[in-house]
């Protein structure tokens, strides 16, 4: 099962622009996690954040953490073509499972 | 960084044969690795969770007899697809994780053609 909602589904925004996407979730977590995925390939991790992190930073990704909205952002700011993929947030379902939301295809127009 | 190689990175095979998709973690060893299957512009369906040693755990839906999950070693899994059909043709990626907290390494997927 699902356990992340995306949003919106697919983002457009010229290169330079900042990009945010948004997860929400439905059960307690213990950390939330953000990959992306280029076009036919596996997926890369970008961030984990745990539950009593509020916001964390990575470059020019920042993430952010709202446990009692049970939601979570992720922001890249000056975007490059290079970031165009798909984003997806995923949280941890029992005790080993990662389960992945519906995912934001990004494209960065230059 | 940790490194998962997955092989092959595509096959096309015909209906009625078997497939075997490899999944290696190069650099550290994976106490656990996971399948995932990915339909176009979907997000990836957990199919199996693979222990060393241990039997695989299957999310419902997934038949366990046509997706046989081998964890022979700390450093490889094998699905193999038995008797593979058109349906069977997706995208087909498996991902390692270190420790408990870990996140996940991903190979680069198996494009599987049924034809």
């Known amino acids: 099962s699902q356990q992340g909602e995306e949003d919106p589904q697919a983002l457009s925004i010229q290169e330079g622009e900042n990009a945010t996407m948004n997860c929400s979730y439905k059960t307690s977590i213990n950390n939330l996690q953000w990959y992306r995925q280029n076009s036919g390939r596996g997926l890369v991790h970008l961030i984990l954040?745990?539950?009593?992190?509020r916001e964390k930073h990575s470059g020019r990704l920042r993430v952010t953490l709202d446990t009692s909205k049970k939601s979570s952002s992720l922001l890249i700011t000056a975007s490059r073509a290079a970031d165009t993929a798909s984003y997806f947030c995923?949280?941890?379902?029992?005790?080993?499972?990662?389960?992945f939301g519906q995912g934001t295809r990004l494209t960065i127009n230059p | 960084g940790a490194v998962v190689s997955q092989h092959p990175s595509w096959v096309i095979c015909k209906s009625g044969t078997s497939v075997k998709i490899e999944c290696r973690s190069l650099?550290?060893?994976?106490?656990?690795m996971f399948w995932y299957r990915q339909f176009p512009k979907q997000s990836l369906m957990l199919m199996a969770t693979s222990n060393e040693g241990s039997k695989a755990t299957y999310e419902q839906g997934v038949e366990k007899d046509k997706f046989l999950i081998n964890h022979a070693s700390l450093t490889l899994s094998t699905l193999t697809v038995t008797s593979a059909h058109p349906e069977d043709s997706s995208f087909y990626i498996c991902?390692?994780?270190?420790?408990?907290?870990?996140?996940?390494?991903f190979g680069n997927g198996t494009r599987l053609t049924v034809t």
């Open positions: 991902s390692a994780r270190g420790g408990w907290d870990s996140p996940l390494h």
């Open positions: 650099d550290f060893q994976a106490t656990t």
């Open positions: 954040i745990r539950s009593n992190e």
């Open positions: 995923a949280t941890r379902q029992g005790a080993q499972k990662l389960v």
